[in-house]
C-alpha cells in the first residue's frame, strides 16, 4: 500500500499552525508556571496562603529570583524533552517533591531539604512512609494533581517546536544559570547582592524561610564544599602545634585523677553508649509521671560524674553527633544541616577510636541497626576503628518495638568484652527508642503522664517514657555486670539529640518547655534547653565526682581522656584548651565558662575559636600541616588492613540477619 505523505509546510494554508499563537503560548506556558511552580512550592512549605502571599509581597525581589531559577529548570528541561507538557510536569514534579520533603523534613526534625540529602539513598526514601497526618497526604494529592494537570495540556497547547540549535542554546543558557547560582560565580554574586539576598548558613530554616525554597536550595550547592577559612596557613597551624607542645609541658606531673592501684596495673575498658534519643523526660515542665522512667540516670546523677552535653541535634541527624564525639570536631563549622559521614570522610581521619587502637585497645563500634545507615561501614574504618558490629551480625537478637532492644545491646557489649583480652574501647549506638513516637509500640505503657496535653500528645510521650525506662534499665545491667568484674571498666551514657515528641515540637510546647514552635523565635536559653541531653558516667574503680553543667559532644573525648589522665593527642588537647573557656559551642549558641549564653563567640575567645577551626579544616579537607610540627603517627595514621575481618562474610553466623524470625516488620529511620 502507497502513503503519499507530504511534508508538514505543503498543507493547505487553513490546515498550518498559528504559528505567532503558538509562540506566545510557548512563552506564557515558560513564564507562568515557574511563578505558579514556586507560589505553590511555599504554599506547600508554609502551610497557610496568608503567610505565603506575605512573604511574596514583602519579598519580591527575591519571589522574582525563585521563579527565575524555576524557570532555568523548566527551560533546561525542555531544551532536553522537547515537549512542553511533558517538560513541565517533570519540573512540577521535580519541584513539588523538594517542596514535600523539605515539609516533611521541617515538621520531623527542624531542618529543610538540602542538596546534600540527596545523596542520603536509601535513608532519604524512608521519609515516605512516616507521612501520616492530614497535612502531609493532602500535599501529596496536591502535587500529584498539579503534576497530572500540567501533562494534560499536552492537548491543548499548541505544537510548537525548536529548532536543534535552539534547544542546545537554551539548555546551555538554562544549565550555565544554575551553575552560577549555586556555585555564585561574580557576576551572580552581584545580582544577589543587588537584589539583597542574605544567606543565613548559620540557620538554615530562616535560610529559607527568608529566600524562599528554590533559591536557598541552590544557593547550598556551594555549601557541599567547605570553603578554606581566611587565617588557615602552615603558619598558623605550626603557630598551634607551638601553643600546645607548651601547653603540654605546663600540664606535665599533674596530679592523676584517676587512682592507679584501683586499676591494678590493667588499661580499663572504655565503653561510650550514645543512646538513642534519649533524654530525660521528667523535666517538662508541667508534667508528672506516675513512677520515675529513668532512676538509674538519677541516682549516677547524684553519684557520680555527670551533667549535659550540647548537641548539635535535634530529633535526628545521630552520625554529626558520633562525629562531633569521635572526632572531636564541631558541626558548628560546617555548613548547617550538612551529614559529614555522606559527605566529607572519604579518607583516614585520626579520632578517640585510632587514638585507643594506638595504646594497645581492640576499638570497636556497635550499632543494632543496619551498617549501611549514615555510611558506617565505609566511615568507622576511616576513622580507625578494628571492627563495626552492626544489626548484621547480632544473632537472633530480641526485640522490643520496632527495632533490637537496649537489653539486646548491653548482652553484646558484655559479651564482646568478656571475650576480648585486649582492654576495649566501644561506641556503641543504640536504636530502640527511636521515633515515631505516636502509637503505643510496647503495648500497655508503665508510665503513665499528668499534664495538660491532649490524648495525642499523652500516647506520645508515654511511649517515649517506656522507652527512655528501657534505656535506663540497660545501663543498669551493664552496671551490675561489671560491677562484679575485675575488669576495669569506665562507661559514658549520653542521648544523641532530644526526640521528635510529634511534629513541631507539640509535646515540648503543650507541657510548657518552650512558648512557641517557632524555632527561629526562640530565646537563648530555649536553644540550650532543645539541645542539652543528660551524660553520665560510671566505673567500678575509684575516679573523683565531677560537674559539668553543660558540655559540647565535640569536647567530650577530651575531658574523658583527662579523667582517665591519658597523654591527649593534639586536637583534643586544643579542644580542652577552648572547653575552658566556652564548653558550649553551637552554631547559634555560645555558653562561656560563667554558664552566660551568646549568639556568637565572644571577642575574647575568637582567635582561639579560630585556631579550631582551623586544625578542624586542615584535618578534614586541607594539607595536614598539623602533622608536620606534632602527633604525626596519630594524626596520618591510616585505616586499618583488618578492619572487620572477625565479621566478615564468612565469619557471619548462618542466624545473623538482624531480626528475629517473630519480630514485627521494622519501621524506617529517615528521622535519624
Same mark, same amino acid.
Given at each position: 500500500?502507497?502513503?503519499?505523505?507530504?511534508?508538514?509546510?505543503?498543507?493547505?494554508?487553513?490546515?498550518?499552525?498559528?504559528?505567532?499563537?503558538?509562540?506566545?503560548?510557548?512563552?506564557?506556558?515558560?513564564?507562568?508556571?515557574?511563578?505558579?511552580?514556586?507560589?505553590?512550592?511555599?504554599?506547600?512549605?508554609?502551610?497557610?496562603? *496568608?503567610?505565603?502571599? %506575605?512573604?511574596?509581597?514583602?519579598?519580591?525581589?527575591?519571589?522574582?529570583?525563585?521563579?527565575?531559577?524555576?524557570?532555568?529548570?523548566?527551560?533546561?528541561?525542555?531544551?532536553?524533552?522537547?515537549?512542553?507538557?511533558?517538560?513541565?510536569?517533570?519540573?512540577?514534579? @521535580?519541584?513539588?517533591?523538594?517542596?514535600?520533603?523539605?515539609?516533611?523534613?521541617?515538621?520531623?526534625?527542624?531542618?529543610?531539604?538540602?542538596?546534600?540529602?540527596? @545523596? !542520603?539513598?536509601?535513608? &532519604?526514601?524512608?521519609?515516605?512512609?512516616?507521612?501520616?497526618?492530614?497535612?502531609?497526604?493532602?500535599?501529596?494529592?496536591?502535587?500529584?494533581?498539579?503534576?497530572?494537570?500540567?501533562?494534560?495540556?499536552?492537548?491543548?497547547?499548541?505544537?510548537?517546536?525548536?529548532?536543534?540549535?535552539?534547544?542546545?542554546?537554551? #539548555?546551555?543558557?538554562?544549565?550555565?544559570?544554575?551553575?552560577?547560582?549555586?556555585?555564585?560565580?561574580? +557576576?551572580?554574586?552581584?545580582?544577589?547582592? *543587588?537584589?539583597?539576598?542574605?544567606?543565613?548558613?548559620?540557620?538554615?530554616?530562616?535560610?529559607?524561610?527568608?529566600?524562599?525554597?528554590? +533559591?536557598?536550595?541552590? =544557593?547550598?550547592?556551594?555549601?557541599?564544599?567547605?570553603?578554606?577559612?581566611?587565617?588557615?596557613?602552615?603558619?598558623?597551624?605550626?603557630?598551634?602545634?607551638?601553643?600546645?607542645?607548651?601547653?603540654?609541658?605546663?600540664?606535665?606531673?599533674?596530679?592523676?585523677?584517676?587512682?592507679?592501684?584501683?586499676?591494678?596495673?590493667?588499661?580499663?575498658?572504655?565503653?561510650?553508649?550514645?543512646?538513642?534519643?534519649?533524654?530525660?523526660?521528667?523535666?517538662?515542665?508541667?508534667?508528672?509521671?506516675?513512677?520515675?522512667?529513668?532512676?538509674?540516670?538519677?541516682?549516677?546523677?547524684?553519684?557520680?560524674?555527670?551533667?549535659?552535653?550540647?548537641?548539635?541535634?535535634?530529633?535526628?541527624?545521630?552520625?554529626?553527633?558520633?562525629?562531633?564525639?569521635?572526632?572531636?570536631?564541631?558541626? &558548628?563549622?560546617?555548613?548547617?544541616?550538612?551529614?559529614?559521614?555522606?559527605?566529607?570522610?572519604?579518607?583516614?581521619?585520626?579520632?578517640?577510636?585510632?587514638?585507643?587502637?594506638?595504646?594497645?585497645?581492640?576499638?570497636?563500634?556497635?550499632?543494632?541497626?543496619?551498617?549501611?545507615?549514615?555510611?558506617?561501614? &565505609?566511615?568507622?574504618?576511616?576513622?580507625?576503628?578494628?571492627?563495626?558490629?552492626?544489626?548484621? /551480625?547480632?544473632?537472633?537478637?530480641?526485640?522490643?518495638?520496632?527495632?533490637?532492644?537496649?537489653?539486646?545491646?548491653?548482652?553484646?557489649?558484655?559479651?564482646?568484652?568478656?571475650?576480648?583480652?585486649?582492654?576495649?574501647?566501644?561506641?556503641?549506638?543504640?536504636?530502640?527508642?527511636? #521515633?515515631?513516637?505516636?502509637?503505643?509500640?510496647?503495648?500497655?505503657?508503665?508510665?503513665?503522664?499528668?499534664?495538660? !496535653?491532649?490524648?495525642?500528645?499523652?500516647?506520645?510521650?508515654?511511649?517515649?517514657?517506656?522507652?527512655? *525506662?528501657?534505656?535506663?534499665?540497660? @545501663?543498669?545491667?551493664?552496671?551490675? /555486670?561489671?560491677?562484679?568484674?575485675?575488669?576495669?571498666?569506665?562507661?559514658?551514657?549520653?542521648?544523641? /539529640?532530644?526526640?521528635? =515528641?510529634? =511534629?513541631?515540637?507539640?509535646?515540648?510546647?503543650?507541657?510548657?518547655?518552650?512558648?512557641?514552635?517557632?524555632?527561629?523565635?526562640?530565646? @537563648?536559653?530555649?536553644?540550650?534547653?532543645? *539541645?542539652?541531653?543528660?551524660?553520665?558516667?560510671?566505673?567500678?574503680?575509684?575516679?573523683?565526682?565531677?560537674?559539668?553543667?553543660?558540655?559540647?559532644?565535640?569536647? !567530650?573525648?577530651?575531658?574523658?581522656?583527662?579523667?582517665?589522665?591519658?597523654?591527649?593527642?593534639?586536637?583534643?588537647?586544643?579542644?580542652?584548651? +577552648?572547653?575552658?573557656?566556652?564548653?558550649? =559551642?553551637?552554631?547559634?549558641?555560645?555558653?562561656?565558662?560563667?554558664?552566660?549564653?551568646?549568639?556568637?563567640?565572644?571577642?575574647?575567645? %575568637?582567635?582561639?575559636?579560630?585556631?579550631?577551626?582551623?586544625?578542624?579544616?586542615?584535618?578534614?579537607?586541607?594539607?595536614?600541616?598539623?602533622?608536620? /610540627?606534632?602527633?604525626?603517627?596519630?594524626?596520618?595514621?591510616?585505616?586499618?588492613?583488618?578492619?572487620?575481618?572477625?565479621?566478615?562474610?564468612?565469619?557471619?553466623?548462618?542466624?545473623?540477619?538482624?531480626?528475629?524470625?517473630?519480630?514485627?516488620?521494622?519501621?524506617?529511620?529517615?528521622?535519624?
Amino acid at each position: 500500500m502507497h502513503l503519499n505523505l507530504k511534508p508538514r509546510n505543503h498543507l493547505p494554508k487553513k490546515m498550518r499552525p498559528n504559528r505567532l499563537g503558538a509562540t506566545i503560548s510557548l512563552l506564557l506556558f515558560m513564564i507562568c508556571l515557574p511563578i505558579l511552580s514556586v507560589a505553590g512550592m511555599e504554599l506547600l512549605e508554609r502551610g497557610t496562603l *496568608h503567610e505565603t502571599v %506575605q512573604w511574596i509581597t514583602s519579598n519580591r525581589s527575591l519571589f522574582l529570583l525563585n521563579v527565575a531559577i524555576s524557570f532555568c529548570l523548566l527551560a533546561f528541561i525542555y531544551a532536553v524533552v522537547g515537549s512542553l507538557a511533558i517538560s513541565g510536569s517533570i519540573a512540577t514534579l @521535580l519541584l513539588g517533591l523538594m517542596a514535600l520533603i523539605s515539609y516533611m523534613k521541617v515538621k520531623m526534625i527542624g531542618e529543610p531539604f538540602f542538596p546534600w540529602d540527596i @545523596l !542520603l539513598n536509601k535513608e &532519604s526514601m524512608d521519609i515516605a512512609s512516616l507521612v501520616t497526618g492530614k497535612a502531609a497526604l493532602l500535599r501529596i494529592g496536591i502535587v500529584v494533581i498539579a503534576v497530572i494537570l500540567v501533562f494534560l495540556l499536552k492537548w491543548v497547547l499548541p505544537r510548537v517546536s525548536l529548532s536543534i540549535i535552539s534547544r542546545i542554546g537554551l #539548555g546551555l543558557f538554562s544549565l550555565y544559570a544554575l551553575y552560577a547560582f549555586a556555585i555564585k560565580t561574580p +557576576l551572580a554574586g552581584k545580582i544577589l547582592d *543587588h537584589i539583597g539576598v542574605n544567606e543565613i548558613v548559620w540557620n538554615q530554616k530562616e535560610n529559607y524561610a527568608n529566600n524562599g525554597l528554590a +533559591l536557598a536550595f541552590t =544557593l547550598n550547592v556551594k555549601n557541599s564544599i567547605v570553603q578554606k577559612p581566611e587565617t588557615y596557613s602552615d603558619q598558623s597551624i605550626a603557630a598551634v602545634a607551638a601553643n600546645l607542645q607548651e601547653v603540654g609541658m605546663q600540664k606535665a606531673g599533674l596530679k592523676k585523677s584517676v587512682d592507679a592501684d584501683s586499676l591494678k596495673g590493667k588499661k580499663p575498658n572504655v565503653i561510650f553508649i550514645m543512646s538513642e534519643a534519649f533524654w530525660d523526660p521528667t523535666l517538662l515542665t508541667n508534667v508528672k509521671f506516675s513512677e520515675d522512667p529513668v532512676p538509674t540516670l538519677h541516682r549516677l546523677q547524684k553519684e557520680s560524674t555527670s551533667g549535659y552535653l550540647l548537641s548539635p541535634q535535634f530529633g535526628g541527624g545521630t552520625s554529626n553527633v558520633e562525629f562531633e564525639v569521635l572526632t572531636g570536631n564541631s558541626m &558548628s563549622f560546617l555548613p548547617g544541616g550538612s551529614i559529614p559521614y555522606q559527605q566529607y570522610i572519604t579518607k583516614p581521619v585520626p579520632s578517640l577510636a585510632s587514638y585507643f587502637a594506638d595504646q594497645g585497645y581492640k576499638s570497636m563500634g556497635i550499632h543494632s541497626y543496619e551498617g549501611w545507615f549514615w555510611n558506617r561501614n &565505609s566511615v568507622y574504618k576511616e576513622l580507625g576503628f578494628q571492627s563495626f558490629k552492626s544489626s548484621e /551480625h547480632f544473632v537472633n537478637p530480641e526485640m522490643k518495638g520496632y527495632f533490637i532492644s537496649d537489653a539486646e545491646v548491653s548482652r553484646s557489649i558484655i559479651d564482646e568484652v568478656d571475650k576480648t583480652e585486649d582492654p576495649m574501647f566501644m561506641y556503641t549506638v543504640t536504636m530502640q527508642n527511636h #521515633g515515631p513516637y505516636d502509637e503505643p509500640r510496647y503495648g500497655e505503657n508503665q508510665f503513665k503522664a499528668q499534664g495538660d !496535653l491532649t490524648p495525642e500528645a499523652k500516647t506520645i510521650l508515654e511511649t517515649y517514657a517506656q522507652g527512655a *525506662h528501657d534505656a535506663d534499665q540497660s @545501663l543498669q545491667m551493664l552496671i551490675d /555486670h561489671f560491677q562484679e568484674s575485675d575488669e576495669p571498666t569506665m562507661i559514658v551514657f549520653y542521648g544523641d /539529640h532530644l526526640p521528635m =515528641l510529634g =511534629l513541631d515540637y507539640q509535646v515540648y510546647k503543650e507541657a510548657g518547655f518552650i512558648q512557641t514552635s517557632n524555632a527561629n523565635n526562640w530565646s @537563648l536559653e530555649e536553644v540550650k534547653k532543645m *539541645h542539652s541531653i543528660p551524660l553520665v558516667t560510671w566505673s567500678n574503680f575509684d575516679m573523683p565526682k565531677q560537674d559539668i553543667p553543660l558540655l559540647s559532644d565535640s569536647f !567530650l573525648g577530651a575531658h574523658v581522656l583527662d579523667m582517665l589522665h591519658m597523654e591527649k593527642p593534639a586536637n583534643f588537647k586544643l579542644n580542652a584548651e +577552648l572547653a575552658a573557656q566556652v564548653p558550649g =559551642l553551637l552554631s547559634n549558641l555560645v555558653v562561656d565558662a560563667n554558664q552566660e549564653l551568646h549568639a556568637g563567640v565572644p571577642e575574647s575567645v %575568637q582567635a582561639l575559636r579560630d585556631d579550631y577551626r582551623n586544625v578542624q579544616y586542615d584535618l578534614l579537607f586541607g594539607k595536614q600541616y598539623l602533622a608536620e /610540627h606534632i602527633d604525626h603517627e596519630y594524626l596520618t595514621k591510616t585505616s586499618q588492613d583488618s578492619y572487620n575481618a572477625e565479621f566478615n562474610e564468612g565469619n557471619v553466623p548462618p542466624q545473623a540477619a538482624g531480626v528475629s524470625n517473630n519480630s514485627p516488620p521494622a519501621k524506617p529511620v529517615s528521622a535519624q
